[in-house]
């Protein structure tokens, strides 16, 4: 149909610059922005009282230690001040801690929940283009990275590159000469962590994306074990996982090695700028330059600089695979929904039933990098016009691969068309707003999907303000009240994972009542009775009868008995309309929908001599 990943990609952020990156994720995380201030300012109180420590050491070896003694007050109080000043930095620090645990959790769940509906919002193709673990990554693991990030080695870098800092700026004051030699070692250190952090970048961006794919194929393999066991095909699955899984060890391993190699350069830099201090120290100490108490504290402030950088690696670490889970979370974001909801500019379908009308409709499936109005890919529909009235129920039919799917799907909405437009009633269904649309249009889809929970569950997911007597009624409504019934708990029957626990026609019941309970004016059945048994069958075919009865129904018809009694037949070929009618008409032309029907008939006939 479409190329699989970059249509569904994004734009690629390789390029783009990490800071460029953290700015737009915190525009989209305005929650961070707002706690940022306070959290600035505790982090500013904390590296403060770290500092105070090497000034109140200085101040008590030279003011302290006289010739006659030990200036025991001035000690004390030199004393009572570092001990104030831990006291305060402590509780800052935790103060700290705990509001930026808070303010990103709350954050980053915003972050989760815009990145889930934007998902939700996006077209079918891009969907099902996309691996389905890769699309869970990018809502849980890339923002549980970030959230590490901002927990831990986000305050990090915050209060690190404070305390640094401010221990510049002491040293500074206390000796020109000291801190001109520190400073000559500060160049190469940055050139280190600039080369270091643009190796690490691309890593663990290259982590993330193993990470994406090693979900999807886990995904694929939990959710297909039937098939999978059903066909042996354990060897070779077991093969692919083990790929993703080594493929994601490799980047994980490349990353953890250039870390490792910065964190190594970091301790041989760090070790010379103390050396270094230190012996210029000696020097000036010898020459009558300094105090020992100034060289003392010096040191002291060497390692106030020096401990950030040592720790710089892990911070950095946490920081490019936070970022790298940020331009992945971005990337779903700007991606541009085909199908938008026009919002507040949007209208309300017309009150009553309503028609629908095709109006020259062309649809091509997008290459990659394509939208759906620039589309150069597979015609699976080409210039089709055909009004359909309100209260009639219409059946499409044609070979697989014909064109009956994509119609269904851009009556509902599902898909936008490439050329032409869709009109509901007399509005384009493009204009109308979302709430609206779903209201009042309603797909069954073959496969009859449920989500864990039970009954009551899945048939008020067509309508939440719907009472248990309600879809009580709805199934009697539908000549299923005995069926349900037979369920020993009733509407509080557990359906399992995907409703797993009811047979394939059971699944296609519920869903036939949800569709009842939305009470939609259009609805569109894709068809599927092949795969159930014969009571389970003509329950179907009894509720479709209640079901469908004064609304507008577009059915695509996989057995031809539906469109025998439906009102109008369209049989498409090659995503065209080659034939328009009702049933008798169309038997008498032949044509495509004669070889259909002589078709079904035949393997009807078959199956039923085998069966007797």
Do not use: C
């Amino acid at each position: 149909m479409i190329a699989a990943r970059d249509r569904t990609a994004g734009p690629d952020r390789s390029g783009v610059k990490a800071w460029e990156t953290v700015r737009r994720g915190l525009m989209l995380s305005p929650e961070l922005r707002l706690g940022m201030i306070l959290t600035l300012v505790l982090a500013l109180l904390a590296t403060a009282g770290r500092v105070i420590i090497p000034v109140a050491i200085q101040q008590v070896l030279d003011g302290g230690l006289t010739e006659t003694g030990v200036a025991m007050g001035f000690v004390a109080r030199m004393i009572g001040l570092a001990l104030l000043a831990v006291l305060l930095t402590a509780l800052a620090t935790g103060f700290m801690h705990l509001r930026l645990a808070r303010v990103s959790e709350e954050a980053l769940s915003g972050l989760r929940i815009r990145a889930f509906r934007h998902i939700h919002d996006l077209s079918m193709l891009h969907q099902a283009s996309e691996q389905r673990g890769v699309l869970v990554a990018r809502v849980t693991s890339d923002v549980d990275q970030i959230s590490r990030f901002m927990q831990w080695a986000g305050l990090m870098l915050i209060v690190n590159v404070g305390q640094a800092l401010l221990a510049m700026v002491v040293m500074a004051v206390y000796s020109w000469q000291l801190f001109l030699t520190v400073m000559a070692v500060l160049p190469i250190l940055l050139y280190a962590i600039r080369w270091f952090q643009t190796r690490l970048a691309d890593a663990y961006l290259m982590v993330r994306e193993k990470v994406g794919k090693m979900l999807g194929a886990l995904a694929e393999v939990v959710v297909g074990a039937p098939v999978i066991r059903a066909y042996g095909m354990e060897n070779r699955v077991r093969d692919s996982l083990s790929q993703a899984i080594e493929d994601h060890r490799s980047s994980a391993s490349r990353a953890g090695g250039i870390s490792s190699g910065f964190s190594g350069v970091s301790e041989v830099l760090t070790a010379a700028v103390t050396a270094a201090a230190l012996a210029v120290g000696a020097i000036l100490v010898v020459g009558g330059e300094t105090s020992i108490g100034t060289v003392i504290a010096f040191l002291f402030l060497v390692q106030l600089f020096v401990m950030p950088v040592q720790m710089f690696g892990e911070a950095v670490n946490e920081a490019q695979t936070a970022v790298a889970g940020w331009r992945r979370v971005l990337d779903v974001l700007d991606i541009p929904p085909d199908v938008a909801d026009p919002g507040e500019d949007g209208v309300e379908l017309p009150a009553g039933s309503f028609g629908i009308r095709f109006d020259n409709v062309s649809f091509r499936y997008p290459l990659s990098g394509e939208r759906a109005r620039e589309a150069t890919g597979v015609m699976a529909i080409g210039r089709v016009t055909v009004a359909l009235e309100s209260r009639t129920h219409v059946a499409v039919v044609g070979e697989t691969g014909s064109g009956k799917t994509t119609f269904a799907k851009l009556a509902t909405r599902l898909m936008d068309p490439t050329e032409g437009r869709v009109m509901l009633g007399d509005v384009d269904a493009s204009r109308v707003r979302f709430g609206s649309l779903r209201d009042r249009v309603v797909m069954v889809p073959q496969d009859g999907m449920l989500f864990r929970g039970t009954i009551f569950d899945n048939v008020r997911m067509g309508s939440t303000r719907a009472t248990k007597a309600e879809v009580e009624e709805a199934f009697v409504r539908l000549g299923l009240g005995g069926w349900l019934g037979e369920l020993s708990q009733g509407l509080d029957t557990q359906v399992g994972e995907r409703g797993s626990a009811l047979s394939v026609g059971e699944r296609q019941l519920v869903t036939l009542v949800r569709a009842a309970i939305a009470d939609p004016d259009l609805l569109v059945l894709d068809e599927a009775t092949s795969a159930v048994d014969p009571a389970t069958e003509v329950r179907i075919s009894r509720a479709l009868g209640e079901l469908t009865a004064g609304r507008t129904v577009i059915t695509i018809a996989h057995r031809l008995s539906t469109a025998e009694v439906a009102d109008r037949v369209l049989v498409f070929d090659a995503g065209r309309i080659v034939q328009d009618g009702p049933h008798r008409r169309l038997i008498t032309e032949g044509g495509t929908y004669g070889r259909l029907h002589e078709a079904w008939e035949r393997g009807t006939s078959e199956r039923t001599a085998r069966s007797s």
